[in-house]
């Protein structure tokens, strides 16, 4: 067992100051929640509007649909794309209290909601495609200026909630940095979307990264998937890299 570093230590400090500051009450409604619902900090009632998403979803980018599909399809969202990953899946509907619960902890810095959004994004570590294999956790990176701005990157933040609850299932590893600030997606089409992502990735220059990856199987993870580009960008660095055995992403939320 490595020895703990300084920053897992002080990880571990605002954890526990976190848990003073932030008694436990529902994040959305404020109502108190006894202490046996940590780590799944929410409500009965708010839970309840949470749309988890179930199969039949598209074996490539995790779009759900509705009706009778067989397990095997993809879509027509992906089906005349090349996606540089071999499947997507997402937690929850992006939608509702959910979205506002993802803007509150992106945007206003309610890093404590972590805890609750890792835990959902666990939900989709039960895919057939996921259980019984070793995965490297790789977050999507942050540009610094992004970084600098919201002071955490949350998609290192859901890796964390996720190694201390799973540490002998996963290695997580900043494979990937961003190299080129991109505007925000949102608002774009698919196609605007890849362009306007094209060479803002590259691969970690710290140790020997594309070694460390090669016949490995990695899990990129984010806080919400939409038209891909994003996880596929990152997976084309990650595939130009180094010869990697499978690439799954996973996130909390489908958009
Ligand atoms: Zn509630
Ligand atoms: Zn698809």
């Known amino acids: 067992m490595a020895e703990k570093t300084i920053r897992d230590r002080l990880h571990e ?10 008694p436990i009450t529902c994040p959305s409604c404020d109502v108190p929640l ?3 619902r940590v780590p799944l900090p929410i409500c009965d009632d708010c839970g309840a509007g949470m749309s988890r998403i179930a199969p039949p979803y598209c074996r490539v980018c995790g779009q759900a649909y509705e009706g009778a599909m067989s397990a095997d399809f993809q879509c027509s969202n ?12 997402g937690g929850y509907a992006a939608e509702g209290l959910l979205r506002q619960l ?18 959902l994004l666990e939900s989709t570590l039960t ?7 070793d995965w490297i956790l790789v977050p999507v990176p942050l540009h610094r200026r992004r970084f600098r701005n919201r002071g955490f990157n949350q998609a290192v933040e859901l890796c964390r909630v996720l190694k201390k609850r799973n540490p002998k299932r996963f290695q997580v590893k900043k494979a ?7 505007p925000r997606q949102a608002g774009l089409d ?9 060479g803002a990735f590259a691969l970690s220059r710290f140790g020997n990264m594309a070694e460390t990856l090669v016949g490995k199987r990695i899990l990129l993870v984010d806080d919400v998937l939409t038209t891909g580009a994003t996880a596929s960008e990152c997976g084309r660095v990650l595939r130009n890299s180094a010869d990697i055995a499978e690439i799954g992403v996973i996130t909390v939320l489908r958009g």
């Open 78 to 89: 992906c089906a005349d794309r090349k996606l540089a990953f071999d499947f997507a899946i």
């Open 13 to 22: 400090t605002v954890d526990a100051a976190a848990s003073l500051l932030y």
């Open 102 to 119: 993802m803007h509150r902890f992106k945007y206003e810095q309610n890093i404590y909601l972590a805890q609750l959004l890792g835990r």
């Open 127 to 133: 895919d057939k495609r996921i259980v019984g294999k």
């Open 34 to 36: 006894p202490s046996s």
């Open 176 to 182: 990937i940095r961003r190299v080129r600030h991109t």
């Open 190 to 198: 698919r196609e605007q979307r890849l362009s306007n992502l094209r």
